[in-house]
């Protein structure tokens, strides 16, 4: 097996590198110097721990897997692999990116877990900087392969594992088979390609369960201290029937764009093998979800500090560049801006980190099939 850095060490970054080297892969783990507690327990213990249950629930690949490497030095890190993944929160993947250009080299792949338009971010700063013209390949997952939480220090439980990921590659013209190999190598599932990471951002399955459900349970989960289960309370026949409504504007935005994509209810249920009939009874029914014992405490979790600025509202401009006005995903970015006191509209994701403010629909269509 090969080789792969694994860029941040959260719940994500984590579970990939305990994956990758209970599949046979030498793994470099690495994060920031100011965030490095548990690149520190990984250098302690030489490993990760997977725990095998807790509290009666039953968790996924339980044991102990050594780690090659645990590093704060990003040209270390780089240097490691051709193959890297970067799992971290949205707003980090700039500031990661910008840290590993210096270092990058031909031929190399960066697989952004979730991507949230990660692919046209990253390639437009690659383009801006001294190592514009490198033959570099971003791939764009529209999630992550596990539930999965940190534990502790170099601890971690595994919840579930999604049947399949779909994911793009970036500039479309590096899809060779060989790249593809490549790729599906280090993913722990199969693979689903999509057409750009445009659609990959368009599918992130974080989109409605949610930003839309946080801000309009912020009560609840403020006063309560998220000590419930977020899935199974959280959603109720009145929220499911917003995201419903909500979802159809995502839809109508991909197909602007020309793209088919899937309703929430049917990824859902494909990618854990369920078979609800409607996102209701799905956020109650989950077993998987259902492990999830805690909820997002306050409006400054990730549920909205990210979801909201790098995927509601880069489609919400998408959406408007194409004459359309989507009404509820523009709400939840105005309730989310109200309760952080920040203007996301101008501090998310915006089309020209992307590249494309300048361009029409077409333009962009044609320009994403380079």
Not at 35 to 40: C, H, K, N, T, Y
Not at 224 to 237: L, T
Not at 282 to 307: C, L, M, Q
């Amino acid at each position: 097996m090969s080789r792969v850095t694994v860029i941040g060490a959260g719940n994500g970054g984590m579970t990939a590198a305990y994956h990758l080297s209970k599949t046979g892969h030498e793994v470099c783990l690495y994060d920031l110097p100011s965030f490095d507690r548990q690149i520190r327990a990984v250098q302690e213990t030489g490993g990760i721990k997977a725990l095998e249950g807790k509290n009666g629930d039953a968790y996924l690949f339980g044991g102990f897997e050594k780690i090659a490497r645990a590093t704060t030095d990003m040209e270390e890190a780089v240097s490691f692999a051709d193959t890297m993944v970067m799992i971290c929160p949205s707003f980090a993947q700039e500031i990661l990116f910008a840290e590993m250009i210096p270092f990058l080299r031909d031929g190399q792949i960066l697989i952004v877990m979730p991507g949230n338009f990660a692919g046209l971010v990253l390639h437009e700063m690659l383009e801006k900087s001294d190592r514009a013209g490198l033959e570099f390949t971003f791939v764009d997952a529209i999630s992550i392969p596990w539930a999965t939480r940190l534990n502790g220090p170099a601890q971690i439980c595994i919840m579930g594992l999604k049947k399949f990921m779909p994911l793009s590659i970036f500039p479309g013209s590096h899809a060779t088979e060989q790249l593809k190999k490549q790729v599906e190598e280090v993913m722990p599932i199969p693979v689903r390609y999509l057409e750009s990471p445009l659609r990959a951002g368009l599918e992130n399955i974080n989109f409605g369960g949610h930003p839309l459900m946080t801000t309009v349970n912020i009560g609840l989960l403020e006063n309560f201290e998220g000590n419930f289960n977020y899935y199974a309370d959280c959603c109720s026949p009145a929220t499911a029937r917003a995201t419903a409504k909500m979802d159809k504007e995502r839809l109508a935005v991909g197909a602007a764009y020309g793209y088919q994509l899937w309703p929430e209810l049917e990824i859902m249920n494909a990618l854990y093998d369920g078979h609800c009939e409607s996102v209701y009874e799905f956020n109650r029914s989950s077993v998987t979800h259902g492990k999830v014992k805690n909820s997002p405490a306050s409006s400054k979790e990730r549920y909205i500090t990210e979801d909201v600025p790098y995927l509601l509202v880069p489609i919400d401009l998408l959406a408007k560049k194409a004459g359309l006005r989507p009404v509820i995903i523009e709400s939840v970015i105005h309730l989310a801006s109200a309760y952080n006191d920040t203007d996301y509209f101008t501090a998310g994701r915006t089309l020209e980190k992307m590249g494309l403010a300048d361009m029409s629909v077409e333009e962009i269509r044609g320009f994403l099939k380079k």
